[in-house]
Nanobody, 125 residues
Framework: QLVESGGGSVQSGGSLRLSCAAA????????MTWFRQSPGKEREGVAT???????YYADSVKGRFTISQDNAKNTLYLQMNSLKPEDTAMYYC?????????????????????WGQGTQVTVSS
C-alpha cells in the first residue's frame, strides 16, 4: 500500500515536498518512481530511485527535483523546487521489485505493481 501526501497549490518558483509512505517488507530493495499525469497527457515518469540509490530524472525536472527515500521510515520523497506551471499534474508514487535503474531510460508504468492514489500539485503563474 502506498499513500502520497504533500501536494498543494503554489506559485511559480515555489517549492513542495511530496511524501509516499509504503507498507510491507523489502521496501529498501524496491524500485520506486514518481509519475505524473496532467489532463490530456500521458502519464510520465518523473524520477526513479533503485535499491542501490541509483536515480533517473526526466529531462524536464533535472536540476529542480530530487528523489530520496528514508528506508527506516519506508518513505519516498520528491523535493520539487523552482516549480513551473507545466509541473501542474496529479503525482503518483509507484513501486515494483528490484530493478536496474538507468539515468537515461524512462520508467514504464506497465512495469510497476503498486500505486498510490495520487496527490495534486498545482502551480500558478
Amino acid at each position: 500500500q502506498l499513500v502520497e501526501s504533500g501536494g498543494g497549490s503554489v506559485q511559480s518558483g515555489g517549492s513542495l515536498r511530496l511524501s509516499c509512505a509504503a507498507a510491507g517488507d523489502s521496501y529498501s530493495r524496491r524500485c520506486m518512481t514518481w509519475f505524473r499525469q496532467s489532463p490530456g497527457k500521458e502519464r510520465e515518469g518523473v524520477a526513479t530511485v533503485g535499491g542501490t540509490g541509483t536515480t533517473y530524472y526526466a529531462d524536464s525536472v533535472k536540476g529542480r527535483f530530487t528523489i530520496s527515500q528514508d528506508n527506516a521510515k519506508n518513505t519516498l520523497y520528491l523535493q520539487m523546487n523552482s516549480l513551473k506551471p507545466e509541473d501542474t499534474a496529479m503525482y503518483y508514487c509507484a513501486s515494483r521489485g528490484p530493478c536496474y535503474v538507468s539515468a537515461t531510460r524512462p520508467p514504464k508504468q506497465s512495469e510497476y505493481n503498486y500505486w498510490g492514489q495520487g496527490t495534486q500539485v498545482t502551480v500558478s503563474s
